[in-house]
């Protein structure tokens, strides 16, 4: 089983230039504002607070850096989506996003978070099919599996199936999380683990 013994804060960063000059592989995090990041980073790392939690959407608006074991970076990206953001602070965002996943060579796996607990969202899809569209190694990440009943959780994950499989051929790797009662975590961090040894 893998396990975080260590997870520190790097930094925060405006732009992917002044991210930390690393060769280590980094796991990025993305989704549509207020779809539980933040918590879901403080689950996989067993940190209460190491990611700022906000009941705000759109509260992560730099590219913020974490080290894990201190052979992994985890990357907490701003969200998108989020209408109560100026449309200037919007462009920013995905501007920030569209320049750290297109241009960092250290990527190694994107995990897009999508909330299970609703129907498929137009701009979950349509985020994917960008990520694909650049050729992107990604993963998908279902949040909030504690809000409804495990049938429910099927129905919503076929439907968001039903939607990728018009655009892909072979869908992603997926894992089903909840923080709040702690299922899910062993699975991603196995992932990550087994993707390092393979890369390594």
Known sequence: MSIVKDAQFVGSFAQ??????????????????????????????GRKS??????????????????????WHLVD?????????SKTSRAEFNKTNQHYLTNREQLTCLFVLIDVSISPQK?????INWVGDKGLPFAIIYTKADKISKTKIDSN????QKELKKSWE???????TTASKRSGKDAVLEYIDEVNKEIG
């Open 170 to 176: 072979e869908l992603p790797p997926q894992f089903v």
């Open 16 to 45: 992917t230039s002044q991210c930390p000059e690393s060769t280590i592989p980094e796991y990025a995090f993305i989704g549509r504002s207020n779809v539980g990041k933040s918590s879901l980073v403080n689950y996989l790392t």
């Open 50 to 71: 190491l990611a700022k939690v906000s009941g705000t959407p759109g509260k992560t608006r730099l590219l913020n850096f974490f080290i894990i074991n201190n052979n």
């Open 157 to 160: 994950i076929a439907s968001i």
């Open 123 to 127: 701009i979950d899809m349509e985020f």
């Open 77 to 85: 990206l701003p969200g998108y989506g989020y209408a109560r953001v």
